[in-house]
């Protein structure tokens, strides 16, 4: 055992975040934290840490802990995605027992995701690892505690395992709502016809005589009685029965988008020789590529390579970029400068929609903005709940075309799948940027990638797109390289605890091999 947390409790200005009675982590254990934004994932990771107190209750350590910080402190030399490079090395380096991660992959590519995941692979110590990337818990985690309504629950497996055991549950409870509206239906029907049977039992039948009416009294008087005490004992057996909620279904979301009948299927933006320049900075060669109305379009590449240049050629209609007339943009950036922040979410989504309320009200519920919730002001807002009215104010604008930039940002994973589910029914086009490969393998028909100044346009999905033309040169120089990046970690760890003139000649003689590797198969 390495660590023990008993009966915690955790609060934030007087509010209680988490209860938890017990959890435990093991040599060698990996262990995914999720749950929705505001639960207090962060704030657990630090009280394990030992940098936060808990209100109440224990946490003991038996190894050492390094946190690796969801907020890293900026640098003005240094992009995002160079900074968090630095704070994973120098996690990596340490060795820890456990390693605590908040976020690691925030502002990093998709190749330095997957050198991240290789890395953690062969980690020695255990990690618990708080992240919305859902591809790479399922890479790193074989066990995911979920933080909801206040406890921590703990589930075996990835993160998929765990989606499946949650619609397990889900099917179980709607199994269980159905017998119980059966049940309820049955006895509301019964009841009713004692009721009724009770009260007919005092009518004296025709053809009676007053003096044989008056007779029979005591007998339909005993017999209303006997009756009307059925019906209680039915009534009773109604009251006492368990109550279930139905549980949340989801209806399909069904828009009129304009012009988009004429629009399906043709070309919506033809791009011929269009350049890839951003200053004397060349980011892709001359291009040419379709884009076709209802097409969903996933733009990737590393950090840098010109994705959001692209994006912003396109909108603008610069040279070499021709725009169908039909066709009307909406486009999410990332400083969410749409919104007003002084009025509520509805009347900022009402302000550019076409739609009536109840189709509003049905898109932020979808996203989870349940019904007296749409009256808040979007000033008092987290930074994931304005992602989200930006969204549904672009999804539900007079617009054919949504071109989205890291949509996924700052959003949870129910909200994330939720977003997925909403962009996967729309019948526009969509294109969009994004590192999270599950996002783009879920709603990507056609692929954009920009690599070593080159654009490749593919039509297919993204296991397609990744499973092109795969050789054994590719394979060997993955494994090559993660043996190399093995060492330099491995060397790292150990300059850091005792430095020798040896460590640093063999670290200098890695990166050497690193580069030389690198230019023998043009990465």
């Known amino acids: 055992m390495l660590l023990q947390a008993k009966e915690l409790v955790i609060s934030v200005e007087a509010k209680t975040l988490i209860e938890i009675d017990l959890i435990e982590v093991y040599e060698g254990e990996r262990i995914g934290l999720v749950g929705k934004n505001g639960t207090g994932k962060t704030t657990l990771l630090h009280t394990l840490a030992g940098t936060l107190l808990p209100e109440q209750g224990t946490v003991k350590q038996y190894g050492t802990i390094h946190l690796l910080p969801q907020l890293k402190a900026p640098d003005g030399h240094k992009s995002g995605g160079e900074i968090t490079q630095d704070y994973i090395q120098k996690a990596f380096s340490d060795q820890s027992s456990i390693l605590l991660a908040d976020e690691p992959t925030t502002h990093l590519d998709t190749n330095h995701i997957e050198w991240v995941e290789n890395t953690l692979k062969h980690w020695q110590g255990a990690h618990v690892i708080v992240s919305h990337d859902r591809a790479f818990l399922d890479a790193t985690c074989s066990r995911i505690w979920e933080i909801d309504q206040g406890k921590l629950h703990e589930y075996k497996g990835n993160y998929q395992q765990f989606k499946e055991q949650k619609e397990q549950t889900t099917r179980r409870h709607l199994q269980e709502y159905e017998k119980y509206q059966t049940k309820k239906q049955q006895l509301e029907k019964a009841l009713t016809l004692k009721s009724e049977k009770a009260e007919r039992a005092t009518k004296k039948p025709k053809k009676t005589s007053a003096s044989e009416a008056k007779m029979a009294k005591p007998y339909f008087a005993k017999k209303q009685k006997k009756l009307?005490?059925?019906?209680?004992?039915?009534?009773?057996?109604?009251?006492?029965?368990?109550?279930?909620?139905?549980?949340?279904?989801?209806?399909?979301?069904?828009?009129?988008?304009?012009?988009?009948?004429?629009?399906?299927?043709?070309?919506?933006?033809?791009?011929?020789?269009?350049?890839?320049?951003?200053?004397d900075q060349l980011l892709w060669k001359k291009a040419n590529f379709l884009i076709k109305g209802g097409d969903k379009l996933a733009i990737i590449g590393a950090n840098g390579s010109g994705k959001t240049t692209l994006i912003r050629k396109i909108i603008?209609?610069?040279?070499?970029?021709?725009?169908?007339?039909?066709?009307?943009?909406?486009?999410?950036?990332?400083?969410?400068?749409?919104?007003?922040?002084?009025?509520?979410?509805?009347?900022?989504?009402q302000e550019s929609s076409i739609h009536n309320e109840t189709l509003i009200r049905t898109v932020l519920a979808r996203l989870h903005f349940y019904r007296n919730q749409v009256h808040k002001k979007v000033g008092v807002l987290s930074g994931g709940e304005r992602v989200k009215v930006t969204l549904t104010k672009l999804f539900l604008s007079n617009s054919n075309t949504l071109l989205l930039d890291e949509p996924t940002n700052f959003l949870d994973l129910e909200a994330l799948e939720a977003l997925e589910k909403l962009l996967m029914e729309y019948e526009g086009t969509v294109i969009f940027v994004s590192h999270d490969r599950r996002f783009v393998e879920k709603i990507a028909t056609k692929i954009i990638s920009i690599e070593e100044q080159h654009i490749t346009f593919f039509e297919g999905n993204y296991l397609q797109f990744k499973s092109r033309g795969q050789t054994s040169v590719k394979d060997d120089f993955e494994e090559k390289m993660l043996i190399i990046e093995t060492k330099i970690t491995d060397v790292l760890s150990r300059l850091s605890i005792a430095p020798t003139k040896e460590l640093e000649k063999e670290f200098q003689q890695l990166l050497k091999e690193k580069q030389q590797l690198l230019k023998s198969t043009d990465h």
């Not at 988009?260 to 200053?279: F, H, P, T």
């Not at 039909?326 to 999410?332: D, H, L, P, S």
């Not at 990332?334 to 979410?345: A, G």
């Open 316 to 349: 603008k209609g610069e040279t070499g970029v021709h725009l169908s007339s039909a066709c009307k943009i909406a486009y999410f950036k990332q400083d969410l400068s749409i919104l007003d922040p002084k009025i509520s979410i509805l009347e900022n989504v």
């Open 228 to 279: 009307q005490q059925t019906a209680k004992s039915i009534e009773t057996r109604l009251e006492k029965l368990e109550k279930l909620e139905k549980p949340f279904e989801e209806t399909p979301i069904k828009m009129d988008l304009p012009n988009q009948e004429k629009l399906s299927g043709k070309v919506l933006v033809r791009a011929e020789n269009i350049d890839g320049k951003a200053g």
